[in-house]
């Protein structure tokens, strides 16, 4: 009866816990695959900027007018096109 309950306890904390946890990562990394030159993006420091240049390891984002940054290509949060259209 024990291992029944012990086994529902974790049958149930995947389903609510690491499942969507797995999904959510997926979602993340097939956008940061998806990312293109001059797509309006956030990072995850809160920086708006346009993505000037990709490579496989970092990301060179235009913040203002000839102002580059270079970035980890992992710290890409979200696209700042669809943010903004959300908030409206």
């Known amino acids: 009866m ?23 990562q997926k979602e993340i990394a097939n956008f940061r695959k998806s990312l293109q030159v001059n797509q309006s993006v956030i990072t995850a420091g809160g920086i708006h900027g346009i993505i000037k240049e990709i490579t496989d390891d970092y990301i060179v984002l235009e913040i203002a007018s000839n102002v580059k940054i270079k970035i980890d290509k992992n710290s890409i949060f979200a696209d700042a096109s669809a943010a903004s259209n959300q908030s409206k």
């Open 2 to 24: 024990m291992w029944i309950m012990l086994i529902a306890m974790f049958v149930i904390m995947y389903f609510f816990m690491i499942r969507p946890q797995n999904k959510k």
